[in-house]
């Protein structure tokens, strides 16, 4: 005879029915997750991260000194105009 079984499984709500859970005698000391830790890290930096070109780089670069310039001469106005009216202010 042939067992015949169903695709919903009696025990459990979801395929595999038991959820993935380390065995007691499987323990991973604390030494060893830290070790895999960084080895996945590294794994993740080499092959995963995506490095911009020279040319994107300097763009970039130059794109965000222009910006703290010109945030840098905007502060600088409103610190000489507040300063000014607050030297007007007080000598009265």
């Known amino acids: 005879m042939v067992e ?7 025990v459990g709500g979801s395929s595999p029915s038991w959820p993935a859970i380390l065995n007691m005698n499987q ?8 070790k895999n830790f960084f080895k996945e890290v590294k794994q993740e ?5 995506t490095w911009p070109s020279r040319e994107l780089l300097i763009n970039s670069f130059v794109t ?12 600088g106005v409103f610190d000489y105009v507040f300063a000014w009216l607050l030297q007007l202010i007080t000598s009265i």
């Not at 015949?4 to 009696?10: A, I, L, N, Q, T």
């Open 4 to 10: 015949h079984r169903s695709p919903k499984p009696v």
């Open 27 to 34: 323990k991973v000391s604390f030494f060893t997750r830290i």
């Open 45 to 49: 930096f080499i092959y995963r991260t």
């Open 64 to 75: 965000v000194l222009i910006f703290i310039a010109f945030w840098a001469v905007i502060i």
